[in-house]
């Protein structure tokens, strides 16, 4: 009887706690939403419940129909888009070959030296990528290479190349060598190997680097606001709140950032599985 | 197999180079010349690949270089006693990608703009008379990586080359069989296919990691800052000047101290919290007392999956004057109680009708403790998601055993539950601290570093450059603002800094790392 009461009352609270930490997770995020779709710049005007009289889609106009300059052929932001899709595409394909060719080689061919190639690709895995930033931000200057989001999307996808080959190279290790044996005794060169026979079983790691490499630029800051002169999203978005006073439009800005996050929401919920194993995989399986 | 001591190595190595005068004069050849010793063990076409090589280094010296116009140009544009400059440097006018790089690296640079050399006034940029552009030491420092890097790929092979030509003459004088040229180039070509589909690899990691790496900590030991950012003043190796500077300095000692233990203080916290509140959420969701798990379980990972930029940005929204949490305060009336509060506790600096949440730096506390909240809503969902799949793991009869025995359910959590995730959540942890180390968003995105610290806070010896770090900066959010305000760069103390943080970060990454050996070692 006692026991009983005891855990109606532990039920009671487990609940109360878990409804008090629902609302602080849902909060904030409904208030975005709401600033969204609030008329007027100002936060102030930002109601606590909905009041359909505050109502208004001015800050989506915005975002898809305003551009700085006249005659522009898009709105700012679709530019912005473009040219953060241009990194996301380009460093998709980059660091998909690039993670499959390397991660074969240390998975599947044995040479001098392996041992401590990979030891150096651990190593640069470490190195934190701003410590480069500089260097590269005056190579860049020096050889003009700033303001164009393609060369940028390089950096993007030599700086994950030591991770995802350890992904690769961990995922191939876990099919059975026997495959490539009978191949290479059937005649097949170590290149077909890893496109006929290879390549349709690892393709779940592959979509998982892709979608993971593709994400990568969309929001990064540090990198775009250096190298590239015009706004990406990242610091489209960032100048509308940090800017100086006529340029600070948090409301627009609420709107911006409520079409970007839903999407890349939803890609984060359909990877769920695949980004804790990607998460671990790092540092525990081979 | 156990490797003998490095001294007997040595000896051992001195004794067979005696044994094999014949072998040794192959080698010494080799190492006069790439291919020659080759080519005395009569193996031709290796030499000529060897040759090839050297012959190639060469050339591109040559015309990378000024050599040719050299000897026309000497004449014609003499060294004048009027010049400022009045030596001609030939390294400087005519060498090439070697040796002008390898020049440049050591001197950062002699000659500056607007100065008078052989007879002419330097220029930024002069395309026929080459030597007339004045020097640019990020150029030439850039130029020397590679022309260093590609020096020590030539000094490998040139060391293969010799090490080959003693090998096969000792063989061949011991009657050993010996790989004719065609043999060996078959092996060569399947030995390469590795290397071959590597070499894009490493020129992406040779290019875009490892030498604007090195390109950073030389940055270091210059002087380099935004007052040598134009032509016409040379950067110069300083040593360890700024290394020395950055302790014994008071100005930049006491900033820098206060920046470093903000940052310490804030990986900590920032982590812990985390991790704290992921586990009691993924304990609670998981508990014989909660139902709809799921519903909850999807409601809490949210902040997980949104963009950590815009909640930080929308937080940064929440928490201004006019935003969502004084808003709320005014609105249930506690906005006074919870003045009286934030005051009494030391976290606001002196009670005011309405929180400066981010921007007063009499608040500075209250930003830093907002920050962690802030860091909180979204770390701590990764934890609970982590922990969540942790406690599906653990073995069932561990408990029914551990009941039997008489513990209770106290005993059997910290007893088995606690020592199992901390085991299995170690390197996350480890992983996460290090990226709350340099959590530049957090940072940057929240507060931009500030609120400001005030002027006559700050020592006499920052003031000249602007990037002087606001009071919630952590290292790495500073180092981007001493690398990138404008007119006012640090480049230099910047990559101390950045040094600083390779090595603390890299001490942890190595400890990490000692762990996983399953990841690089082979099979």
Redesign the interface.
Same mark, same amino acid.
């Given at each position: 009887m006692k026991q009983k009461l005891i855990d109606a009352v532990l039920a009671v609270l487990a609940h109360l706690w878990l409804i008090f930490m629902v609302s602080i997770v849902l909060i904030p995020m409904l208030w975005m939403i709401m600033a969204a779709f609030t008329k007027g710049d100002a936060l102030t005007g930002v109601p606590l419940w909905p009041d359909m009289s505050k109502f208004s889609w001015e800050h989506f106009d915005y975002v898809f129909n305003y551009s700085a300059m006249e005659n522009a052929a898009m709105s700012d932001y679709w530019a912005a888009f473009l040219r953060t899709l241009t990194i996301a595409v380009v460093n998709l394909f980059g660091v998909v070959i690039f993670a499959v060719i390397t991660g074969y080689t240390f998975a599947r061919l044995r040479f001098k030296g392996k041992k401590n190639l990979l030891l150096l690709m651990m190593v640069l895995q470490m190195f934190p990528s701003f410590m480069g930033m500089l260097a590269l931000y005056l190579l860049y200057r020096q050889f003009g290479m700033t303001n164009n989001p393609a060369l940028l999307a390089l950096i993007y996808t030599a700086g994950s190349i030591p991770y995802n080959t350890f992904l690769v190279r961990g995922f191939m290790r876990n099919i059975p060598k026997s495959l490539d044996e009978s191949a290479s005794i059937d005649g097949a060169t170590p290149l077909q190997t890893l496109t006929k026979i290879l390549f349709p079983l690892i393709v779940p790691i592959i979509g998982f680097i892709a979608v993971g490499a593709f994400m990568a630029p969309w929001l990064d800051y540090m990198l775009q606001s250096r190298f590239l002169r015009e706004p990406t999203i990242a610091t489209w978005l960032f100048n509308l709140v940090a800017g100086g006073n006529s340029a600070y439009k948090p409301l627009d800005f609420m709107a911006g950032a409520l079409i970007i996050a839903i999407p890349i929401m939803i890609v984060q919920f359909f990877m769920q599985k695949y980004m804790v194993y990607g998460l671990t995989s790092g540092a525990e399986k081979g | 197999m156990k490797k003998k001591p490095f001294l007997s190595r040595i000896k051992a190595f001195f004794q067979d180079l005696k044994n094999n005068p014949d072998a040794l004069t192959s080698a010494i050849l080799s190492g006069v010349l790439m291919g020659l010793g080759q080519l005395r063990n009569k193996q031709k076409s290796k030499a000529g690949l060897f040759f090839g090589v050297f012959l190639l280094i060469v050339v591109v010296e040559l015309l990378t270089g000024g050599y040719i116009y050299a000897f026309d140009e000497m004449s014609r544009y003499p060294a004048l006693p009027t010049d400022t400059f009045t030596q001609i440097n030939f390294l400087r006018d005519y060498g090439g990608l070697f040796v002008k790089g390898i020049w440049g690296l050591i001197t950062l640079g002699q000659i500056p703009i607007m100065v008078t050399y052989r007879g002419n006034v330097t220029v930024t940029y002069n395309k026929v008379l080459t030597w007339l552009s004045a020097d640019?030491s990020?150029?030439l420092l850039?130029n020397g990586l590679i022309a260093l890097v590609l020096v020590s790929i030539v000094i490998a092979i040139w060391v293969f080359n010799i090490r080959d030509a003693y090998v096969t003459r000792k063989h061949q004088k011991h009657g050993e069989p010996v790989e004719s040229g065609k043999q060996y180039f078959k092996r060569i070509w399947n030995?390469m296919?590795?290397?071959v @589909?590597?070499i894009?690899?490493l020129i992406?990691?040779l290019?875009?990691?490892?030498?604007?790496?090195l390109?950073?900590?030389l940055?270091a030991f210059t002087n380099y800052t935004y007052r040598n950012n134009n032509l016409s003043n040379i950067v110069k190796w300083v040593g360890f000047e700024n290394f020395t500077k950055i302790i014994v300095e008071p100005g930049w000692a006491g900033i820098f101290g206060n920046v470093v233990l903000w940052t310490v203080l804030f990986a900590i916290s920032a982590s812990v919290t985390c991790y704290i509140l992921g586990m009691i959420?993924a304990l609670?969701?998981e508990?014989k007392?909660? *139902?709809f798990k799921k519903f909850?379980r999807t @409601?809490?990972?949210?902040?997980?999956?949104?963009?950590?930029?815009?909640?930080l940005?929308?937080?940064?929204?929440?928490f201004?004057q006019?935003?969502?949490i004084n *808003?709320?305060l005014f609105?249930t009336n506690t906005m006074d109680d919870m003045v009286r509060f934030l005051t009494s506790i030391g976290l606001m600096g002196a009670p005011e009708t309405i929180i400066s949440w981010l921007t007063v730096f009499a608040n500075a506390n209250l930003t830093k403790a907002v920050i962690i909240m802030v860091n909180l809503?979204m770390g701590a969902p990764y934890f609970m998601?982590?922990i969540t799949?942790v406690l599906t793991t653990l073995p069932k009869d561990l408990y029914e055993a551990a009941s039997i025995d008489g513990a209770n359910k106290w005993q059997s959590f910290s007893r088995i539950t606690l020592p199992l995730i901390l085991r299995a959540t170690l390197?996350?942890i480890v992983?996460t601290f290090t990226f709350n180390f340099?959590n530049?968003?957090a940072i940057?995105?929240m507060t931009?570093g500030g609120p400001a610290i005030p002027t006559d806070l700050v020592p006499q010896s920052m003031l000249v450059t602007k990037g002087v770090p606001g009071a919630t900066d952590i290292l790495?959010s500073w180092?981007?603002k001493l690398?990138?305000t404008a007119d006012s760069q640090v480049?230099n103390m910047?990559?101390v800094y950045?040094i600083l943080?390779?090595v603390f970060?890299?001490a942890i990454?190595v400890f990490?790392?000692s762990?996983?050996k399953?990841?690089?070692?082979?099979?």
């Open positions: - | 640019n990020m150029t850039g030995e296919f590795p290397y @589909i590597l894009p690899t992406m990691v290019f875009f990691i490892l030498i604007p790496f390109f950073s900590f940055l959420q609670i969701i508990s007392y909660v *139902k909850f @409601i809490l990972i949210v902040p997980w999956a949104v963009p950590s930029m815009v909640s940005m929308v937080f940064r929204q929440a201004q006019d935003g969502l *808003k709320v609105q809503w998601m982590l799949g390197p996350a992983m340099n530049f968003g940057y995105f931009g790495i180092i981007y690398s990138f480049f910047a990559a950045s943080i390779f970060i890299g990454s990490n790392l762990r996983a399953t990841l690089w070692e082979d099979d």
